[in-house]
């Protein structure tokens, strides 16, 4: 007889197959849902612990305020790389090796070689020269040098050196750039190099992710309030998303103290204070209302709340925190920044979902379903028992034609992910910045219209004493290398000297990088160390491949431990990580498709440089794949607790999509909306970090999650939920559940009858 286990009335029988259902205890505090320690700490001063929670929030404003003052536009190299010591000795050594600071002098329609335009250039050399902060000054009115001359003759570059560290230089840039951009007479300068390119691209983020904020924020209202109706729920995941961006403001002010940390990693901020804020605010406010829809007093409510959604909640933080906790073994400041952001952020968002909001709910108590705005537009309420019933529908349909959806989403997954294995990675340059951007204009002059490929040369730092003749004949074999063009030098200087190799072709193409093995292989009777364009990027190249499988590893080995903790199961945990991965495909694909061969750049606003800086895949698969297990968790979840109480795998799966479904997808659709507000930044690689991630959500939420989680978990059957013996007495002692479930009580029967039928055999 077929039995009503569910408060919504749903029922199952299937001729005596599926066990008892367990008894689920009440929701008025009584018996196993009562409030348990966490909830009595949470819930028992409710208003006191919000007058905290807001007196650190002002402190966090106070502490965070300046952040992005204080941080760097760098980081994209190995401080221990080859190249990066090189560098640092050449800037030393020879500071007018490594120029950070470029004049392009425009003398309009007459020669450079001008007597006005060369006295006006002279005046504005001598004078940058005399510059506090500024060393290594030259110019093509001092030197004649060719390549400081466009091959129209009408432009010429002014180089300098800017000293100190990234703030410093960037404090220096803003004192001295008045006095020389603009006109001066005969000629007008625009200022650019690498040190004016970090510096406006730290402005045009900043100025980005404010625009980003007031776009993401009202439309993540509007859309909160369609999901929840009521605006004082609504505007509770809103409230606790804010709590978390500030918080985190204030541990990177923090941070920037004690090591260098990314400007970029203000939008990773933003973006996930308000996704997982969001996401996990949603969860626990659905679960609330739907216990006192039940029948639950707020108490009860919470107590019941805190047992299922806290505790998806708490795992779901653990896994995104894992996932960007593995770019901490890089040693790129630039990723071990998105670490520092990433898991404050997620832990703040978590801490708020489970320590504030619970409050908040105590305090509104039946309230927090006023202000339903959809009354306008409805008479009456849906019943409960409606909720999700195009989920339930669309679960059964997949989990009917299983083999179909698991083999079409996968190979649609595929195809969409081909165009990746066309990647050709490269360095950030000025092409992130918008083409309007004065130092984008600066380097693209060059790039068009200066002999030879400026930026291009390879420096070769000799060190150690040595004969003319001993330098002669090294520069001998650096030019008879295959891929050499030409060799400057030697510039000496004690026991220090440096050439320049000028390679054939590109800046950074395939040549150009095996020269810089060729240079590094070529004996010499004296150190060297190669630096320039190519080697930074075969360095780190060489950084993030020695240390991908460590971070891979990190982050596959603790998502296994912690899906099983939450399931109990050996194959769900694999499942988990293959089926996310694979979720990745269409961002991947699109990102080499679309920034580095340059479809869309028109529409989206970009420059395509042809190459996707080294760093950014890695960054992106560590943030998605931690999104994808966010979502993956909250429907495990669900999941796990309906098979526990009925041991009904099929009805169990489609329970689950039910009652997770509409909540992953708006969960998924706000998270984009967030990602494609910071991916209309002007800045190239932000807006591929924003879009890029706002594709892979969407993704894992309306074809993963919706198609091919069901459909896989249909074909492996009850089998999804085996585990050895070990494994699973090691679970029911140390894993996280509810209750004791029912399957569990049948596995522990089975495990004394066979143990039983082993004594006796």
């Known amino acids: ?339 520092y952001a990433g898991i404050a952020v997620v832990l703040l968002a978590a801490a708020a979902a489970l320590i504030l909001l619970p409050a908040a709910l105590m305090v509104l108590g039946h309230r927090v379903n006023a202000l339903d705005l959809r009354r306008l537009f409805r008479r009456g309420t849906p019943r409960a028992t409606a909720q999700g019933r195009g989920w339930s529908r669309m679960a059964t349909l997949v989990m009917r034609r299983a083999p179909l959806f698991a083999v079409a989403t996968t190979v649609g997954l595929v195809v969409l992910g081909l165009p990746f294995m066309g990647v050709k990675f490269g360095t950030a340059d000025d092409r992130q910045l918008p083409s309007g951007a004065e130092s984008h204009v600066v380097q693209q002059h060059i790039r068009d219209g200066f002999p030879g490929s400026p930026g291009g040369g390879l420096e070769v730092l000799a060190e150690g004493r040595a004969t003319p003749a001993q330098y002669d004949a090294y520069k001998d074999r650096i030019t008879a290398l295959p891929g050499v063009l030409r060799v400057d030098g030697p510039l000496v200087k004690g026991e220090h000297a440096y050439f320049t190799v000028q390679p054939r072709g590109e800046a950074v193409d395939a040549g150009a990088q095996r020269l810089v093995g060729e240079l590094r292989a070529t004996s010499a009777p004296f150190d060297t160390s190669v630096t320039g364009t190519a080697a930074i990027l075969v360095d780190s190249k060489h950084a993030i491949a020695e240390r991908l499988p460590w971070a891979a590893g990190i982050i596959a080995v603790v998502t296994l431990i912690l899906v099983f903790l939450l399931t109990g199961s050996v194959l769900i945990p694999v499942q988990a990580v293959l089926l996310n991965a694979l979720s990745l495909t269409a961002m991947f694909g699109a990102v080499v498709w679309v920034f580095q061969d340059g479809h869309l750049s028109g529409l989206l606003g970009f420059t395509s440089p042809g190459s996707i800086e080294t760093t950014l895949p890695v960054l992106m698969f560590c943030v998605a794949f931690g999104l994808s297990m966010d979502y993956g968790v909250f429907l495990l979840s669900r999941i796990k607790e309906e098979y526990d109480r009925t041991g009904d795998h099929r009805e169990a799966v489609r329970f689950g999509l039910q009652r997770t479904g509409g909540l992953i997808t708006a969960a998924a659709v706000i998270l984009a909306v967030v990602m494609v507000a910071i991916g209309t930044s002007r800045v190239t690689n932000t807006k591929m970090l924003g879009l890029g991630i706002a594709l892979a959500v969407l993704m894992d939420a309306m074809v993963v999650r919706s198609l091919l989680v069901p459909a896989v978990m249909r074909l492996t059957g009850r089998a999804t939920w085996w585990a050895p013996a070990p494994l699973r007495r090691f679970h029911r002692r140390f894993g996280l559940r509810e209750e004791e479930p029912v399957a569990a009580v049948e596995e522990k029967a089975a495990d004394r009858d066979r143990d039983t039928a082993g004594v006796h055999g």
């Open 1 to 339: 007889m077929a039995e009503v286990n569910r408060r919504g009335g749903r029922e199952t029988g299937d001729g005596g197959g599926a066990p008892e259902p367990a008894k689920r205890a009440g929701h008025t505090g009584e018996g196993g849902a009562g409030p348990g320690g966490w909830t009595r700490f949470v819930t028992a001063r409710p208003r006191l612990s919000l007058l905290v929670a807001l007196l650190l929030t002002a402190l966090a404003v106070v502490a965070g305020s300046g952040v992005a003052d204080r941080l760097g536009s760098g980081g994209w190299q190995d401080p221990a790389a080859q190249s990066t010591y090189a560098t640092d000795a050449l800037e030393r050594e020879f500071p007018a090796s490594q120029p950070n600071l470029l004049l392009l002098v425009d003398s309009g329609h007459r020669s450079a070689d001008d007597p006005a335009v060369a006295a006006e250039a002279r005046r504005l050399t001598a004078r940058l020269a005399s510059e506090h902060g500024v060393t290594g000054v030259g110019s093509y009115w001092q030197s004649g040098a060719p390549a400081l001359r466009a091959e129209d003759g009408r432009e010429a570059l002014i180089a300098a050196h800017i000293t100190g560290d990234e703030k410093a230089a960037s404090d220096t840039l803003d004192r001295i750039t008045p006095h020389y951009r603009g006109a001066h007479g005969p000629v007008t300068v625009k200022v650019g190099g690498p040190v004016a390119v970090r510096s406006e691209m730290q402005t045009i983020i900043q100025e980005d992710l404010t625009r980003a904020e007031m776009i993401a924020l009202p439309i993540t209202l509007v859309l909160l309030v369609t999901v929840f109706g009521s605006a004082v729920a609504a505007m509770l995941p809103l409230g606790i998303g804010i709590v978390a961006i500030l918080g985190t403001n204030a541990v990177l002010r923090g941070l920037t103290e004690v090591t260098d940390v990314s400007v970029f990693a203000l939008n990773l901020t933003t973006a996930l204070g308000l996704g997982l804020a969001i996401d996990y605010a949603l969860f626990i406010v659905r679960r609330f209302r739907e216990e006192l829809s039940a029948g639950a007093d707020p108490l009860g409510a919470v107590a019941t709340t805190l047992r299922t959604a806290g505790r998806t909640v708490l795992f779901s933080a653990l896994t995104v925190a894992v996932s960007l906790a593995a770019m901490l073994v890089f040693p790129q400041y630039f990723l071990r920044s998105f670490a």
